[in-house]
Nanobody
Framework: QVQLAESGGRLVQAGGSLRLSCAASGRPFSSTVMAWFRQAPGKEREFVAAATWNGRIYYADSVKGRFTLSRDNAKNTISLQMTRLKPEDTALYSC????????????????WGQGTQVTVSS
């Protein structure tokens, strides 16, 4: 089993930057697909970004060009560098993992962190 823990969320002004981190422990990290999802109150949980075990990175269209996902297998962490933040980015951001295939859907992901809140003020 994989345990995930996110950190870095806070209140930030529109146009600002934040870096979220997710630390993994337990089973081998390098064989997983790791992803970030987010969910705002009253909204569906949506895909943000993901990195596969063999180095492919995927982004949602809504964050492409603003967010950068990095994966450090040696440290068992993934990070999400967020820039040019918008109020629409306000959400609880959760780290997720699976030993299966990459998916834009949250349903196949077996492991989830508790989430970290990002609030972007206008």
């Amino acid at each position: 089993q994989v345990q995930l823990a996110e950190s870095g969320g806070r209140l930030v002004q529109a146009g600002g930057s934040l870096r979220l981190s997710c630390a993994a422990s337990g089973r081998p990290f390098s064989s997983t697909v790791m992803a970030w999802f987010r969910q705002a109150p009253g909204k569906e949980r949506e895909f943000v970004a993901a990195a596969t075990w063999n180095g492919r990175i995927y982004y949602a269209d809504s964050v492409k060009g603003r967010f950068t996902l990095s994966r450090d297998n040696a440290k068992n962490t993934i990070s999400l560098q967020m820039t040019r933040l918008k109020p629409e980015d306000t959400a609880l951001y959760s780290c997720a993992g699976t030993y299966g295939s990459f998916s834009y859907s949250p349903l196949p992901y077996n492991y989830w962190g508790q989430g970290t809140q990002v609030t972007v003020s206008s």
